[in-house]
């Protein structure tokens, strides 16, 4: 009997989330991952709650969000698989709340992934206070190589 090989993708939102997937079929077919785990991490403070509410829309995420997200990731995935001519390993999906380094440290330690994959962000300064920089946080001591997909067209991720 094999060894499961895991790698956890961190799918952040609807304009990541097949840049990420993509990069994770790489990553996961480099690593020889025999199951990813799609995990993306509810976000409470939805832009400016209390502006977005006053107009009527939600103050959060909802998990059905966040099932159509993790879906559409998982397209992306297969796709690009398929495209390379490779099996498709199991594919896993997991929506969790509350702080992101902390879900997703507790995701990688959980599966015992061998990586992790997440999206790039440009640093700018409002971004900062809506986005904390969960790759400088989890690189501290996550224990395993962290892939960072660029947002933008370039080489494939290096382990960071």
Not at 84 to 112: D, L
Not at 146 to 158: C, F, R, T
Request: aromatic content about 4%.
């Amino acid at each position: 009997m094999s060894e499961t090989k895991r790698l956890v993708v961190a799918v952040e939102d609807f304009s990541t989330a097949s840049i990420v997937a993509v990069e994770a079929a790489h990553v996961g077919d480099t690593l020889g991952a025999t199951e990813i785990t799609l995990l993306h991490v509810l976000n409470p403070y939805l832009i400016s709650g209390a502006a977005m509410a006053a107009r009527g829309f939600p103050v959060a995420e909802t998990e059905e969000a966040a099932t159509v997200l993790l879906e559409l990731a998982e397209q992306a995935l297969r796709a690009e698989y398929t495209g390379m001519g490779k099996a498709v390993p199991v594919i896993k999906r997991r929506v969790c709340e509350g702080k992101v380094w902390h879900a997703v440290e507790q995701a990688v330690r959980e599966t015992g992934a061998l990586g992790l994959v997440m999206g790039a962000r440009r640093p700018h300064a409002f971004g900062q206070l809506l986005h904390p920089d969960v790759h400088s946080h989890l690189a501290k001591d996550l224990g395993c190589p962290i892939y960072v997909a660029s947002l933008q067209a370039g080489p494939e991720p290096k382990p960071v």
